[in-house]
């Protein structure tokens, strides 16, 4: 069964900066596309930022700029830096991993950023 575990959120003062991580229980280079989306309560979920298995990465037009999306394979992690955050950064951030006949999601982490 492969498990997609985020960490890294937390609360933060806009304008900082956090890093968030999310570990997979098997090889990344396994999966298609490796992402992150956002979803506040009653909304979709949204498209962060995203990296396929060749290394072309994708922002949402909001986040450009200021977050970047990056892997480390030995530690099959893949990472989200966020920079210059403001209060709508605000949500619960999910990795998800697309194999080629399956999408998996990790449970979430809270993003809060203060004005």
């Known amino acids: 069964q492969v498990q997609l575990v985020e960490s890294g959120g937390g609360l933060v003062q806009a304008g900082g900066s956090l890093r968030l991580s999310c570990a997979a229980s098997?090889?990344?280079?396994?999966?298609?596309?490796m992402g992150w989306y956002r979803q506040a309560p009653g909304k979709q979920r949204d498209l962060v930022a995203r990296i396929t298995r060749a290394g072309s990465t994708l922002y949402a037009d909001s986040v450009k700029g200021r977050f970047t999306i990056s892997r480390d394979f030995a530690k099959n992690t893949v990472y989200l830096q966020m920079n210059s955050l403001k209060p709508e950064d605000t949500d619960v951030y999910y990795c998800e991993g697309t194999l080629t006949t399956h999408d998996y999601w990790g449970q979430g982490t809270q993003v809060t950023v203060s004005s």
């Open positions: 098997t090889s990344i280079f396994s999966f298609n596309v």
